[in-house]
């Protein structure tokens, strides 16, 4: 591993969400219902606008070869038809714990933090460079482990949540493994000099900031 690459690993191992108090209690069982649901809610404005990103990003690759790669993410989160894709899947998750569809996609309830972690991201993919938007992805270099934590712990705390609801994050295991290594690939590729790598190290450290600004817009929105 190159002193580059474990830098950028570095970011998430101190900086992903995965040690906000928010998702430790998540994890734990410590979350009511009302919690959970407002969590689903508010996380689903993240998730609605993953393909938007993505499109963003692959507007800004030069080649076929990549675009191709990259088109896959969108679809993976669409879906190639209508009840497909990863968006239909966190549908499922917040009918399973007694959210309607129509609440979820009406953006009703997102809270104000939520809204601007997500434009801050958003934006990002569309002003920076190829380098900072693929970087700022890298976050996922964590999120199958995340997966496999949550899944546990839907298991065990709240299994008041009908099980099928849980695909969403048993299929990011695999996806999120693909899409980080396809990613870092790309990054280690493109920095060549150093100011290019402090770029890169820059937006992943700002993606953790947006992953953390929303949970803590969650976190206080029973407050």
């Given at each position: 591993m190159s002193d580059f690459e474990a830098e950028l690993r570095a970011v998430p191992e101190k900086r992903y969400h995965h040690l906000h108090p928010f998702n430790l209690r998540m994890h734990a069982g410590e979350l009511s219902e009302q919690e959970l649901r407002r969590w689903i809610l508010n996380r689903f404005h993240y998730q609605r606008h993953i393909p938007i990103k993505d499109a963003l990003i692959l507007a800004k690759l030069e080649t076929s070869e990549l675009r191709r790669m990259w088109l896959r993410r969108i679809q993976d989160h669409d879906g190639a038809a209508e009840g497909e894709g990863g968006i239909e899947r966190w549908l499922r998750l917040g009918e399973a714990a007694g959210l309607?569809?129509?609440?979820?996609?009406?953006?009703?309830?997102?809270?104000?933090?939520?809204?601007?972690?997500?434009?801050?991201?958003?934006?990002l993919c569309r002003l920076g460079s190829p380098l900072e938007a693929?970087?700022?992805?890298?976050?996922?270099l964590f999120a199958p482990d995340l997966?496999?934590?949550?899944?546990?712990?839907?298991?065990?705390?709240?299994?008041?949540?009908?099980?099928?609801?849980?695909?969403?994050?048993?299929?990011r295991v695999d996806q999120g493994r693909q899409d980080s290594g396809e990613a870092l690939a790309l990054v280690l590729d493109w920095a060549r000099d150093r100011a290019d790598q402090e770029r890169a190290i820059a937006a992943l450290s700002y993606k953790c900031d947006v992953l953390w600004a929303l949970l803590d817009a969650v976190d206080r929105g029973g407050s």
């Open positions: 309607r569809r129509e609440l979820l996609l009406s953006g009703e309830g997102v809270l104000p933090g939520v809204r601007l972690a997500v434009e801050g991201y958003v934006n693929v970087a700022a992805s890298l976050t996922e997966m496999r934590t949550r899944i546990d712990a839907f298991e065990k705390h709240y299994r008041w949540i009908d099980p099928d609801g849980l695909r969403y994050f048993r299929i």
